[in-house]
């Protein structure tokens, strides 16, 4: 790869893959253990050197990457203040708006609730032109999708119209353009909420109950959070690649939360048995399909769905072992067994790991 | 195009504004559903200005539930309008005998529903509850016991009386549009245990399947200037709403 080939890479996150790998091998050739089997002459080491660094410039200049591991840790620092600031902005203009907006008449009113959404609109696109690293443009698209959720909520108040689940739609719509638009994660996960919520509330309310109790049935959930999951096998996507993950997590974590509300929460079911028939279809359902979770994370690399499949295995089994065991075994011995449980299953990923490892050796000679 | 996807999101805002600003003016052309004057008694103000930094006025209104009318404590249950038939009729489930084991979960688990509500202002129900009321004080006074004589002066005279899921329907069987509202309501079914909910069943008084009014959409925003009046430092409501402070008369769509 030549130095000028960084802009061969395409997008923001295959720079920063492509950044974190020249740093890696920069790091290892620069060790004793490398350097005994991989010796460069000192020629072939400037020219490395040479090559490395300019490179690293490149896809830096071009993509605005992190080149070293402090600029990393900084970037996260960045990432969480511009979350927390655009959160803290939000609340202002809310509570700005409502401070005053009694004191005005009411087309001044609706102008401000409609031009406030445009022009933090405006504002997250004057800064994605400027930006690289869209601090400031996902800042923005928040201020903007929750202007646009105040505008909505305004315009129903100051016309007394009767609340409606399509509002739901409009805004989910608007979250998830602006994530495709500036690449925003956080964006796509606020959007993907918000249209799964619609979605249950028309269902809902084409049943002829109140939309608002949409929650209340989380069967509808399992079936929009499966939906979401399986979304990125038809969506291709070449420019934001790490919106499948975001799709999968936003599914997984749907999927799992109703289940643990219907197994474990009293949470009304569709199916029409005894109530403690349903939570234990749920609880062993649960266990079974995070299991399913950690195996399907493991075969495809997705760490995401591992971690939460992971977690939701264990909280299933937990409480699954404290409905059997709390009230008739001694505190002591229950907590015991827990902990004998949890290094059991330290021991079984551990092996699990040495499997995969030997396999992969296996492999590789 | 490149700047599609920025167009896409403004037309979202626009358009969406647009449909509520058809919305409204559809629902304010032509001649109100409904035109009725009401007091502070049925559209309160709870004044916050001085803790909430909500500056806009909302009334806020208030019905009065036959089923839930303070008088029933002292009385003898009464069955409600929205009774078993009713309910049915509504679209709730009411196969299972409320006398049966598994009737109460079965209530339970059912969902509140939407339909429409008629609600009539100072009519006859309402003259019906108060004497039912007064009936039960004189009752209370003479067994000893005190009771709040102002209870029923400061509660809505504003009566729930009828539901339907058609709102046209439920209008040509209350066509008196100065004194009945026809709202969106939400209604849920329940296991009526008189006195109260939870108690174990008697066979003097038997569980009921009854209904209850869950919700009506009851805050009306006040633009300026009407707002300005609500304002006012001597605004400031009395306990008790015995005389109106204040009429209102909302045009209903």
Known sequence: MRPQDGAGVGNRIGAQEAADRIRILREELGTEQVQAVLALTPDQRTRFDEW????????????????????????WGMRIASTLGGLAICAAVVLFFMRYWGFLSTPV???????TPLAALAGAEFAARRERTRYFTGLLSLVAAAS??????VAGSVFNIVSTERALLAWGAFAIVLAYRYGLRLMLMLGLTLLMSYGAAAYTAQMGYEWLEFYDRPEQFLL????????????????NADFPPVYRLVGALTVFIAILSLAEWGVPSYLPWEQVTIERLYEF???????????????????????????????FLFTRLYHWWWDWMPKYLFFAVIGALGIALVLTFQRLRGKMIHGEIGAAA | MKSASLVTAASIILVANALALIHSARNRAGSPEAEITLTNRELRYFDQSATDDDSGVTLHLQWTDPASFPVRAGTERKQSWLDRTKLQTLGFDCAVDPGNSEAARFYERQRPRQVFAALEYDSAAWRALVEEFERA??????????????AAAGMSRLVAIDADLNPVRLRARHPDRRTVLILP???AVMLDRWPY?????????????????QELPSSIHVPRPFSDQFRRPDRSQPKVFINPIYSVRPSLA
């Not at chain 1, 009113?109 to 031009?115: C, D, G, P, R």
């Not at chain 1, 646009?148 to 909520?153: P, S, T, V």
């Not at chain 1, 929009?224 to 420019?239: E, I, N, S």
């Not at chain 2, 209370?140 to 102002?150: K, L, R």
């Open chain 1, 52 to 75: 490395s660094r300019a490179a690293l410039a490149t896809l830096a200049q071009q993509f605005d990457v992190d080149t070293t591991v402090s600029q990393k840790r900084v970037s």
């Open chain 2, 197 to 213: 909910y939870g108690m174990k069943p008697e066979s003097e008084h038997p569980p009921q399947i009854a209904g209850r009014i």
């Open chain 1, 285 to 315: 359902g649960g266990l079974i399909l995070s299991a399913g979770a950690i195996w399907l994370g493991i075969t495809r690399g997705w760490n995401g769905i591992v971690n939460t499949g992971t977690a939701f295995f264990t909280i």
């Open chain 2, 185 to 187: 309501a939400v209604i």
């Open chain 1, 224 to 239: 929009l959070g499966l939906l979401v999951f399986a979304l990125p096998y038809c969506l291709k996507h070449t420019r």
């Open chain 1, 148 to 153: 646009f959720i105040m505008n909505l909520a």
């Open chain 2, 137 to 150: 004080r004189a009752k209370q006074q003479a067994d000893a016991g005190s009771n709040d004589s102002t």
């Open chain 1, 109 to 115: 009113q609706l102008a401000i609730a409609i031009l």
